[in-house]
Nanobody, 125 residues
Framework: VQLEESGGGLVQAGGSLRLSCTAS????????MGWFRQTPGQQREFVAA????????YYGDSVKGRVTISRGNVRNTAFLQMNSLTPEDTAVYYC???????????????????WGQGTQVTVSS
């Protein structure tokens, strides 16, 4: 079971990035997929999540209105479109997959069973 992120990099403030996550090793079509981010010394922060069928989406307060999460036509993929980036968005971004029991679980690390290795996003001022 493996989740692999891609699309991170260096971008100027105000720019955009699109992160991708591809799951392999099992079928994730019935799993929710989410994105979290983490900076050194800080806890992992919820960014966005999408339900297994793509019908429900969830966003963290710090990114709401600036990011959009979606699933690919192949349910084992998820994307995070990030716009209007600021230096405060600099972090390692992690893809996750799981089966949250309730809406509140989408926002928490324990709501997910599988994690990627992370991709660095750096926003310069």
């Amino acid at each position: 079971v493996q989740l692999e992120e891609s699309g991170g990099g260096l971008v100027q403030a105000g720019g955009s990035l699109r992160l991708s996550c591809t799951a392999s090793g099992r079928t994730f079509s019935s799993y929710a997929m989410g994105w979290f981010r983490q900076t050194p010394g800080q806890q992992r922060e919820f960014v966005a999540a999408v339900s297994w069928n793509g019908e429900s989406t969830y966003y963290g307060d710090s990114v709401k209105g600036r990011v959009t999460i979606s699933r690919g036509n192949v349910r084992n993929t998820a994307f995070l479109q990030m716009n209007s980036l600021t230096p405060e968005d600099t972090a390692v971004y992690y893809c996750a997959a799981g089966r949250p029991w309730s809406d509140s679980d989408y926002y928490t690390v324990p709501g997910y069973n599988y994690w990627g290795q992370g991709t660095q996003v750096t926003v310069s001022s």
